[in-house]
């Protein structure tokens, strides 16, 4: 393939190697068939596009950020790196095969991607029938769709949502307390809402409700009269930690957190009893 991309070039202009050398012939723009000079690949290729990237991306930050420590975090990115590795060999190495097939077939050596599968068809490289252009929009409609489908599935099926039962015998609670017995959480309108029934120290029916999201902002909540507003952070996919305020002042922090297998939620929460004592509590919930 080497000998015959550097006909190729030779045919175009360039020197042999033009097609197969990164940094070669990038002195001027005119040497090379990418049409640019060594500080444009440098400081466009180098520069800008990875440093935007790595610094930039929100989904490489997100992970960082929620990571489970700062090794993890430090290695996010040596993570996200190992991926793109084998990119050159999927993108650019195919359409190397393609130039040096389609050249001399009738087509300039920029023949469309369609030419080339053509070539590489008739030579047994690759299999399956050329769509046409409507065939290629319908495929893109349904695989948008089913992204789309995968998505949504992935928030309904967050280990957090559903409805949750107080399993007292492995709960660790203090009566001054009382006692949350069921907790529902649930999608609504791009948010969470969390809602609570359970006793008060004696004995009488609670109920609140809250709704935002995850993200560590106090959000208000209805219907308790310990606190008045209530945040969650998430710390990763099966933990959130959270902070309970009462009139702008922190009255309890603690942690929720999710077994493996999904079926377990876990309360560990320190707060202040209607007394004004400290009170530590464990509370374990199996989902319904």
């Known amino acids: 393939m080497q000998a015959r991309l550097a006909e190729v070039s030779l045919g175009q202009g360039f020197q042999p190697g033009a097609f197969t050398n990164s940094w070669k012939f990038v002195g001027s723009a005119v040497d090379n068939p990418m049409g640019v000079e060594w500080f444009a690949m440098l400081m466009g290729l180098g520069f800008v596009l990875s440093f935007g990237y790595w610094s930039t991306d929100l989904l490489v930050m997100q992970r960082a ?28 190495f195919p359409g190397m095969i393609a130039i040096a097939l389609t050249e001399g077939h009738g087509w300039p050596a920029h023949a469309s991607p369609i030419r080339a599968q053509l070539v590489m068809q008739e030579k047994g490289l690759t299999a399956g029938k050329i769509p046409d252009s409507n065939q ?15 998505t949504g599935s992935a928030l309904i099926a967050s280990p957090l949502m559903g409805t949750w039962k107080l399993d007292e015998s492995k709960s660790q609670l203090d009566p001054a307390m009382g006692k949350n017995t069921t907790v529902i959480y649930a999608k609504k309108d791009g948010k969470v809402k969390i809602t609570v029934d359970g006793v008060d120290a004696k004995g009488k029916p609670t109920h609140n409700e809250w709704v935002g999201k995850f993200d560590g902002k106090d959000y208000a909540v209805t219907g308790d009269q310990s606190f008045d ?30 077994s493996q297998d999904g079926k377990t939620r876990t309360v560990q929460l320190d707060a202040m009893t209607p007394k004004g004592k400290k009170s530590h509590l464990v509370a374990v919930y199996s989902k319904s």
């Open 136 to 150: 290629t929009m319908k495929s893109k409609a349904i695989l948008a769709t089913a992204l789309w489908l995968v």
């Open 65 to 92: 950020m929620a990571a489970e420590s700062m090794g993890a975090a430090r290695r996010t990115s040596l993570v996200a790196a190992v991926p793109k590795m084998f990119f050159p060999f999927l993108v650019i």
């Open 229 to 258: 507003m209530r945040s969650y952070k998430q710390v990763n996919d099966r933990t959130l930690s959270m902070t309970l305020k009462k009139e702008g002042k922190i009255v309890g922090s603690g942690l929720v957190t999710v």
